[in-house]
């Protein structure tokens, strides 16, 4: 566990937290980020979902701008890989009408069961497909 | 302002918050979300504080905002009415964890790692627009 990183983990978990409370407080709506990209991708009229959207890509680029070490782009990682994890992201995400945000985050703090079963299930599925991507195929990472 | 401009500010404002979020908890980095799932490797439980984080003030703060009857910029609250688990949501959620294993990515934070020109980030969001579509084409319930 030498990489566990709690501080910045909680801090940056509140922030997450409190974002959900002012989408929902001003406008009423659930800071799932899958559900407001495929209504982003269905042409919906009103432009607050690519606004969300692009608010996710500033906010992170602010922090990296910020703090030039947080992150920078993995390479060498199969593209074919991730790209099939988009699609199975995107596919299941609108099938299970949610991801780790809405069924994970606003969900679970609605005590919703059907987001609990969601989240159950993704972790569980997740962490048995890292399981064959590293330890079977091991595939480098 | 007028409410719609409100409205669309108060999304933007979300969002950059979630970004930062996003970013301060390394969430935009794919390995880190992996050695969490990988829990028979070498285990980061960072993400569990990410989530527990973010559900400790949510459930708190989600409870005062809802007993206010309605939000500030629109009539009324839209929350999911779905809240049985059925096999849609089990098999729906099961697939996209297998991507989120594979990948190291889930929608929020495959987004955000655009911002740092992650050439592979823009392939996943591809893929999961593609993905979205081809869920509306072929598997959607029709009516």
Partial sequence: MANFTPVSALIGGAL?????TLLLWLTGRIAGVSGIMHGALLQRRDGWRWLFLAGLVVGAGAWTWLAPPAFAPRLGYPVPLVLLAGVLVGFGTAQGGGCTSGHGVCGISRLSARSIAATLTFLLTGMISVFAVRHLFRIAS | MTRAAAKNASALAAGLLFGLGLAIAQMVN????????????NWDPSLALVMGGAVGVAMLAFRFVLKRGQPMFESEFHLPRMTKVDRRVLVGSAIFGLGWGIGGYCPGPGIAALSAGSVEALVFVAGMALGSVLYQRVAAPRG
């Avoid at chain 2, 794919?30 to 490797?41: A, C, I, T």
């Fill in chain 2, 30 to 41: 794919p390995e880190k979300v992996l050695d969490f799932l990988d829990v028979s490797g």
């Fill in chain 1, 16 to 20: 997450i937290g409190l974002a959900a």
